[in-house]
T-cell receptor
Framework: DTAVSQTPKYLVTQMGNDKSIKCEQNLGHDTMYWYKQDSKKFLKIMFSYNNKELIINETVPNRFSPKSPDKAHLNLHINSLELGDSAVYFC?????????????FGPGTRLTVL | GENVEQHPSTLSVQEGDSAVIKCTYSDSASNYFPWYKQELGKRPQLIIDIRSNVGEKKDQRIAVTLNKTAKHFSLHITETQPEDSAVYFCAAREAGTYKYIFGTGTRLKVLA
């Protein structure tokens, strides 16, 4: 009964490769997010979708492309991976709407680019 | 846009003492302020939150205070225990958006 799940948990790959991370939530939430947490633990928002519509698109290289096939899923595809992409990527979801509410985070995907 | 500053970056306290972590925000229209605890290798988890129409909220040993005039909010942990050791993040949600801006985190160590 995991609320927000991500796969894979660990991802080790070579520079230049393309990889995807998947996220699913079973909370019935309308809004999903991708965050990047670097080695200094800074949590930075990358993207957000509300009901499959992109609503937040921060200054992120266009090698990163999110996709939301339905409101329960949000995937992140990364092209031409670079060393600096190594980080932990967290997916999160919230009910959404005008009233600010709790975000629930997934377990994270630790990406290591060699 | 919103900017959140968090202090201190590290905090060591003796078991049983209190710990206070402070955050300031820049956008006076921000209306929601959650606090998250992140244990090593785990996901951030909400521990307490406060909305802009409330000045203080308490949940057992944890409390949050909000001063809208000064644009700062604080996390207070009383009777600290070793299992409170973790990284704590404050955040602010920009008004009218779905965007949460996180502070830079405070590594709390509770010494037994």
């Amino acid at each position: 009964d995991t609320a927000v799940s991500q796969t894979p948990k660990y991802l080790v790959t070579q520079m230049g490769n393309d990889k995807s991370i998947k996220c699913e939530q079973n909370l019935g939430h309308d809004t999903m997010y991708w965050y990047k947490q670097d080695s200094k633990k800074f949590l930075k928002i990358m993207f957000s979708y509300n009901n499959k519509e992109l609503i937040i698109n921060e200054t992120v290289p266009n090698r990163f492309s999110p996709k939301s096939p339905d409101k329960a899923h949000l995937n992140l595809h990364i092209n031409s991976l670079e060393l600096g992409d190594s980080a932990v990527y967290f997916c999160a979801s919230s009910q959404g709407g005008k009233r600010a509410d709790t975000q629930y985070f997934g377990p994270g995907t630790r990406l290591t680019v060699l | 846009g919103e900017n959140v500053e968090q202090h201190p970056s590290t905090l060591s306290v003796q078991e049983g003492d209190s710990a206070v972590i402070k955050c300031t925000y820049s956008d006076s229209a921000s209306n929601y302020f959650p606090w998250y605890k992140q244990e090593l290798g785990k996901r951030p988890q909400l521990i307490i939150d406060i909305r802009s129409n409330v000045g203080e909220k308490k949940d057992q040993r944890i409390a949050v205070t909000l001063n809208k005039t000064a644009k700062h909010f604080s996390l207070h942990i009383t009777e600290t225990q070793p299992e409170d050791s973790a990284v704590y993040f404050c955040a602010a949600r920009e008004a009218g958006t779905y965007k949460y801006i996180f502070g830079t985190g405070t590594r709390l160590k509770v010494l037994a």
